[in-house]
């Protein structure tokens, strides 16, 4: 056995149980190195061994269960904890109220008409927006939405259509009003344009009434329905764009025969709906 | 309507019964203790307490030198076995599993004192070991010695110093081989370590407690 053998066997042996074997003993007595290491190390670990064990203190048990107590009153079930009136207890509850009353309201202001509809005028196209100034006068918002005609020329369009029967395109005409100019490319949002629509009240002396809230005409997408007994005559429509110009169109009428059947005298009809007592323009 | 006669009757009711059951039966092992106390026999865990929490204090206290931290360690050891008791798995000893959560404990704390910096008058005359890292002077006192009782507490106090003095990686090592006489495979498992790198450290710890109690031995 050489001294790096032994030295590992002397220092790896249990001092209780082994002893060294009789190589490491042969070698131990005839190598002073390694004797020395060996009475070294023994004389190391009886010191360190020798350590006297401390023990716990008398009361460890009393305090460990003192822990234990505090440790499950911290972790007790959620319904255990309601009560406890401490700032955290009441953080989660108000966090969900406050996540209610935020929902709630959101909610509220989706389902007000006016407000939707007035944000929708200022963000979304085609939007209607209806005012009655005046008894003669109505004044629809209206974004124009692109007509892309057959001259590939861009210009802004209204579609005035009834719900439920036919559709009417209003087309400005850019060639004779040159103000106001509408910036307008295709596929880009554009500014708004109000129209402002009003009939030649020499002929009836009615005036024509749109039925329809904002919001409804919103969700009818831009159109203007006209009740059945509305006046003959033009329909002007008065454009306005956001930089402050404007230009009136007119618009003839159109018929398809339901006036003519309302006019004549001793006719029967039955008047369906609400609905159904709207003209086309 | 019986007398309380000590604290434990009103605070280890069932402690009792068990200890009534145990002397009948053979005692259980640490195992079936810690399956006993994870369906909520406060009573095996108590048991359980008590057969560890001298070695557990002891063993903290050899690491720390700090008789209040190693029972608080030593406390929050026993509490961290029992909020983990569901998680248990009786692969190895229970011993090594409870040593080696008094371990991690016992370093963090030694990492925490670190941390805020403790300043030693001796640290000024701080050196490094030959693997480099810094060891703290502990001169070996040559004064002479004036009685035998007073000579065994010297040494003791001596060699308590020298131990907390060794880098913490050498210490745990020394402690649960010199001390707590485990061996070097359940150390390895305690330490999550080889048993090669065990021995190592082991010998490497004798080195230099060799160095520092010359005049003891």
Known sequence: MNCRNCKIEIEERDLRRESLSEAAEAHVSSCAACRVFGE?????????????????????DFRMRARLASERDTHAPRGARWFNFSPSAFTWPLVGCLALVISASLYYQQQQPGAHATLTAQTESPSIAMTNDSPQT????????????????TRPGIEVASSKISTTSVVPERRRNASPRVAVRAGVERASVQVEESTSTGLMGATPRFAASGATRRSEGA????????????????LRDTSGGARTIS????????????????ATYTKASMSSNQGVW | MSAISSIDELILPARASVARQTAVAEPLSDHSLLEAARTGDEAAFAELVRRYRNQITNYVYRL???????????????????????RYQATYAFSTYIYRIATNLAISELRQRKRRRLVSLTGFFQSQDQSGEPSELDPADRRPLQD?????????????????????KYRAPLVLRD?????????????????????????????FLRDKLQNYL
């Not at chain 1, 159109?223 to 008065?238: H, S, T």
């Not at chain 1, 618009?251 to 001793?266: A, C, L, N, T």
């Not at chain 2, 707590?180 to 080195?207: D, P």
């Open chain 1, 40 to 60: 070294e190390r023994l004389a190391l670990r009886r010191l360190v061994g020798g350590l006297e064990k401390i023990s716990a203190p008398a009361d460890f």
């Open chain 1, 138 to 153: 109505s004044v629809a918002e209206v974004s124009p939405s692109v007509v892309q005609t057959t001259d590939s020329e």
């Open chain 1, 223 to 238: 159109l203007i329905p006209v009740q059945l007994d509305a006046p003959e005559g033009q329909l002007k429509v008065l």
């Open chain 1, 251 to 266: 618009v003839d009428s159109v018929s398809f025969g339901s006036r003519d059947v309302m006019k004549r005298p001793g």
């Open chain 2, 64 to 86: 720390t030198n700090d008789y209040e931290s190693a029972v608080d360690l030593a406390q929050e050891t026993f509490l961290r076995v029992f909020r983990a008791a569901d």
């Open chain 2, 148 to 168: 035998v009782t007073m000579v065994d507490d010297e040494r003791r106090a001596a060699v308590a110093r020298a131990i907390a003095t060794l880098p913490e």
């Open chain 2, 179 to 207: 001390i707590e006489e485990r061996s070097y495979e359940e150390i390895g498992r305690i330490l999550e370590m080889s048993e090669g790198t065990v021995k190592s450290r082991i010998s490497r710890a004798r080195t």
